[in-house]
């Protein structure tokens, strides 16, 4: 659900929302392990729980949505920031981006997008 609302909302879609998104993530996962310091949830210690893994898509798209997407033409590149994410929903992340007024990151190349549709295609023949 999370991942699927940062790809429908517009306002979602920005480097701005996505350091908040990672920085949010990043703040339940070290509150997951100060709890099982304490013995609640289980779990060993030195690993998150098994549900934090549910938000690995998540935290990968808000990334991706940090990368200079601009200046990026390989889809190679894209895929080693985001390897938990399959081809169409890197390329539906990367659709749906829009720069905002804090990046210096401009929109992202219709040459990686093509790279990415083409891609996609040869995967679903």
Known sequence: GCFNQLLLRKNFATWRRAIQIQFNLSRIE????????????????DRPPTPFRCFEPVLQAAKLLQVAKSSVADPQLVREVCPALRLSQIRKALGA???????DDGPVSPALLHALDRLIEKQSE
């Open 30 to 45: 070290e509150w997951s392990v100060r709890l099982r310091a304490f013995g609640v949830g289980g779990g060993l210690p």
């Open 97 to 103: 981006y829009h720069p905002d007024r804090r990046s």
